[in-house]
């Protein structure tokens, strides 16, 4: 069992960039090391959308086409911590984002192969 908890978000300017972090605590079972990580966000009044994913190894990495070029995932599992640098931000960019963790589907089963959830970390871009 895992405990993901988000941060690094907050206002920012057309343009800008944020760096956002997942924390994972690991209570039971398997480490950090086992799991792909998911980025997803959440639009004010728009469906939950997949942002970034990365393999257990950080080996692949997808992205959603309008985070390609602007957005890198990474991650550290010796600090149990997964990253998501957002540059060249947009105001539809705005959103909740959130991170989860899925261990036997993986990203190639998008939101509903995830198995843990964060809570989200608010994001807003605007001038």
């Known amino acids: 069992q895992l405990q993901l908890v988000e941060s690094g978000g907050g206002l920012v300017q057309p343009g800008g960039s944020l760096r956002l972090s997942c924390v994972v605590s690991?209570?039971?079972?398997?480490?950090?090391?086992?799991?792909?990580i998911g980025w997803f966000r959440r639009a004010p009044g728009k469906e939950r959308e997949g942002v970034s994913c990365?393999?257990?190894?950080?080996?692949?990495?997808i992205y959603v086409d309008s985070a390609k070029g602007r957005f890198t995932i990474d991650r550290d599992n010796a600090k149990n911590t997964v990253y998501l640098q957002m540059n060249s931000l947009k105001p539809e960019d705005t959103a909740v984002y959130y991170c989860?963790?899925?261990?036997?589907?993986?990203?190639?089963?998008?939101?509903?192969?995830?198995?843990?959830w964060g809570k989200g970390t608010l994001v807003t871009v605007s001038s």
């Open positions: 989860a963790a899925s261990r036997w589907v993986g990203c190639p089963g998008g939101a509903s192969g995830m198995d843990y």
């Open positions: 990365i393999s257990t190894g950080g080996l692949s990495t």
């Open positions: 690991v209570v039971s079972g398997f480490t950090l090391d086992y799991y792909d």
